[in-house]
């Protein structure tokens, strides 16, 4: 808060300066969606108007899925194990029967494991790149140095990476799906003697499984990259203002996962599955 | 010609820019002296469209530049050329693409013409064979010249310096004032230098205009202020402490 | 990209190699420096409870929401299998399993990693990066006790007690979802939970927050305390802190998995 503020909260009566305390909280956040709406529909609008810049989309598709890889391979590897593990000896517990293991938990990959939790491990990995490196091109004046040369930001750093991350979210959730089956399966066949061919079991795998798929990996791959770069384009000061974008991307977009998950398993459970 | 009108910017409560009005005429270079944290940089950067005032108005040759559209702001961007305080190199392009970016944004020009065009300005700073460098292999003073060479390469009528020589060399500073003075001499371009180095800027500006907490305090010709009798002037134009 | 001899390759593998062990190498030092000033507890009171205020009750709002989100997307996920089984009674422990066991310490801890881990990374770095740290070592101030132990006090405390939290509102969260989708009553829920829920799930989970918490705190500062190169150094290091925390919990999340059994 600057003097001025300070000097005008204290001017007000208890109740109006619990009402004022009200926009403390709300007004950031509320400024900060907007301007987050701003960047997506800017990023759309460019989206679809030439020139766009095919070498850096496939540059960033290179970056993205390359520097990705081994992690959302690791994380979800583990992932699979301790699922089957955890699910596995509450199932012998419970129902004493393993052999539905293996289609249960494919189709609970395809719906809600495979796509979100790589969603949120690139929120982490891709949020935190985007927002470091449009937040220090924002504060060395690159950004202003693009404008002064009519080139959009938007349309110059955004929707390049827009478009890379839409397509490498897919790619990405597909290769933890195999991932996180083959450890899944790997544990099963070890811990509790399951038949990999029993295991590998498509039985209960809808229609709606595939696209409640592909629709969260469509959701997630379009919001984080406009969500980090929005963090990144509010950056300003030195070095500080980098790292606060940086938490900020990562913080917004894990929370923006979140919430996306939430509606459109809500949607797939009235459409699809009840 | 520049003609700036009661232009106001606050940050928060605080008014960072009270009431500024400034002409400065076709042809003339100007220079935006002041302390730290005056509002020079930031008033260059309204000039130029960058930052939007919170009221006031900035007619660039004619045309209004506060509250436009991005597409009108096109024609009148590519009239100015800035050279920024940060380089703003573009740290993802060589030495060359980096000079020949605006070129390349405006079009028209086929790349054996902007490489020709590049390479006579690398030798005119005195930078030959860095075509294929990145900015972070140069030197400070180094990517002065080559943000220099970017400013300058569309030939623009307007340019903007902003502390061409932050954290310079006093050796690298006087090349690059030598720089700015032989554009200058040229004539025909309207420019602004907003710069801490008084020493340097005394013999390359028309006219002096100095800044104090978002306010013009003095303006005039090298000969004017040093006839100051205001103690702020002359203090800060001599580089005496104030007591 | 260049064709790769099979010695470049091997270079290369090497050199990615030798930047993990330094790393690894590095957070287990540090982990060892910030355990030796605890015992007996040499740290500066005001910047712990500092750090506690700020760790704590900032990311409180945060956990909180991503805490009762899960909750719920869990009962949505399990909805159908309960429906088509017709164990309505089995779903408040099935929610109550898997959050106390797995769900809530993992999705916790990846929030309180973007949310403390992140910004500590970004606090110390721009500190190393400004010198700051150098600054206060040439006034015979111990980084390590003014800067670090309270930040690793705040960080594995505040994990733990904002699991605890996060694992109250996940429940109230599916237990709503519950009635709303699946029209079980609360009650049911509840009985549900008390009846199958053993204490030992719980005290399973928090044991896993407190590791993480461990993990995040000695992560973030490790990757703090080694940036440099300015503004894009700062980046860089708060990329690796969160991603080097994210691959560490569900690594360790395994292993105290699997050894726990």
New interface residues.
């Given amino acids: 808060m600057?003097?001025?503020?300070q000097a005008?909260v204290a001017a007000l009566s208890p109740t109006q300066r619990r009402i004022a305390q009200l926009g403390v909280v709300f007004v950031p956040i509320v400024t900060q969606i907007t301007d987050i709406l701003r960047v997506g529909s800017l990023a759309f609008y460019y989206a679809f108007k030439k020139p766009i810049r095919w070498r850096e989309v496939l540059q960033q598709s290179f970056f993205i899925g390359n520097r990705s890889l081994a992690?959302v391979m690791?994380?979800l590897g583990?992932?699979g194990?301790?699922?089957i593990?955890?699910s596995g000896?509450?199932a012998k517990r419970?129902v004493g029967d393993l052999q539905g293991m293996g289609a249960?938990y494919l189709q609970?990959l395809f719906?809600?494991f495979a796509p979100t939790v790589t969603a949120?491990?690139l929120?982490?990995?891709v949020g935190?790149?985007i927002?470091?490196?449009i937040?220090?091109?924002v504060?060395?004046?690159?950004v202003?140095?693009?404008?002064?040369?009519?080139?959009?930001p938007i349309q110059y750093l955004v929707v390049p990476r827009l478009l890379a991350s839409i397509v490498m979210t897919f790619v990405l959730s597909c290769v933890a799906l195999c991932v996180a089956f083959g450890t899944g399966m790997f544990v099963a066949n070890t811990v509790f003697e399951v038949n990999v061919a029993t295991f590998y079991n498509t039985s209960l795998l809808e229609w709606g499984d595939l696209i409640i798929f592909s629709l969260k990996a469509l959701a997630y791959g379009i919001t984080i990259p406009i969500i980090a770069s929005q963090a990144g384009l509010a950056a300003f000061g030195?070095?500080?203002?980098?790292?606060?974008?940086?938490?900020m991307a990562?913080?917004n977009a894990?929370?923006a996962v979140?919430?996306l998950?939430?509606v459109l398993?809500?949607v797939g459970?009235i459409f699809f599955?009840? | 010609m520049i003609r700036i009108a009661e232009v106001y910017k606050y940050r928060g409560h605080e008014c960072v820019i009270n009431g500024v009005n400034l002409v400065i005429p076709q042809g003339t270079q100007v220079g935006l002296i002041g302390p730290g944290g005056a509002g020079k940089s930031l008033l260059m950067k309204i000039c130029a469209g960058l930052v939007r005032p919170d009221s006031g108005s900035v007619l660039i040759d004619g045309t209004e530049v506060v509250g436009i559209g991005d597409v009108e702001m096109t024609s009148v961007r590519s009239k100015i050329g800035m050279l920024f305080q940060n380089y703003a190199l573009f740290d993802f392009m060589t030495v060359e693409e980096n000079i020949g970016f605006p070129l390349r944004q405006l079009g028209g020009r086929t790349e054996e013409e902007i490489r020709d065009e590049v390479n006579r300005l690398l030798l005119a700073v005195d930078l030959p064979n860095t075509q294929k460098l990145f900015p972070n292999e140069l030197s400070g003073g180094m990517k002065k010249r080559v943000t220099f060479a970017r400013a300058v390469i569309a030939n623009p009528p307007i340019l903007f310096y902003d502390d061409p020589t932050a954290g310079l060399d006093p050796v690298t500073s006087g090349k690059i004032f030598a720089l700015l003075e032989e554009r200058r001499a040229r004539g025909g371009t309207t420019s602004i230098v907003v710069s801490h180095d008084i020493l340097g800027m005394r013999d390359i500006c028309d006219s002096f205009v100095l800044m104090d907490h978002g306010r013009i305090v003095f303006s005039g010709t090298r000969e004017q202020i040093e006839a100051s009798t205001r103690p702020f002037v002359g203090q800060f134009w001599r580089g005496e402490a104030d007591d | 990209m260049q064709a790769l001899s099979p010695s470049k390759l091997l270079s290369r593998f090497g050199a990615a190699f030798m930047a993990i062990a330094l790393d690894v190498g590095g957070m287990a030092v540090l982990l060892y420096q910030i355990l030796r000033c605890l015992v007996p507890p040499r740290l500066d009171g005001m910047e712990t409870w500092r750090n506690l205020y700020k760790v704590g009750v900032k990311s409180a709002p945060i956990v909180v929401v991503t805490a009762m989100l899960t909750g719920a997307i869990m009962v949505i996920q399990s909805g159908a299998l309960v429906a088509q089984f017709d164990a309505f009674g089995l779903l408040g422990w099935g929610a109550a399993f898997a959050t106390l066991r797995e769900v809530g310490p993992i999705m916790i801890g990846l929030m309180f990693s973007g949310r403390v881990g992140a910004n500590n990374t970004a606090e110390l770095g721009t500190m190393k990066v400004t010198d700051q740290i150098d600054a206060l070592r040439a006034l015979a101030i111990d980084p390590i006790t003014y800067l670090l132990v309270p930040r690793f006090i705040a960080i594995v405390l505040m994990m733990f007690l904002l699991t605890i939290v996060g694992d109250l509102t996940a429940l109230v969260g599916g237990a709503y979802t519950g009635q709303v989708l699946l029209g079980v009553s609360p009650s049911l829920f509840a009985s549900s939970v008390i009846e199958y829920i053993t204490l030992e799930d719980l005290f399973n989970g928090l044991f896993k927050a407190f590791t993480f918490g461990i993990a995040i705190a000695v992560v973030s500062s490790h990757y703090g305390m080694t940036t440099s190169g300015g503004a894009v150094g700062v980046g860089r290091s708060v990329n690796n802190s969160v991603v080097a925390s994210a691959v560490l919990i569900f690594v360790l999340d395994y292993f105290i998995t699997s050894i726990l059994h």
């Fill in positions: 600057t003097k001025h503020t005008y992690f690791i994380v583990f992932l194990m301790i699922l593990f955890q000896f509450q419970i249960l609970l719906r809600e949120l491990m929120a982490t990995r935190t790149g927002a470091a490196e937040g220090s091109m504060v060395t004046e690159q202003d140095a693009l404008r002064m040369n009519n080139a959009e030195g070095s500080e203002g980098v790292g606060t974008a940086t938490t990562v913080v894990s929370l979140t919430i998950d939430f398993s809500g459970y599955f009840s």
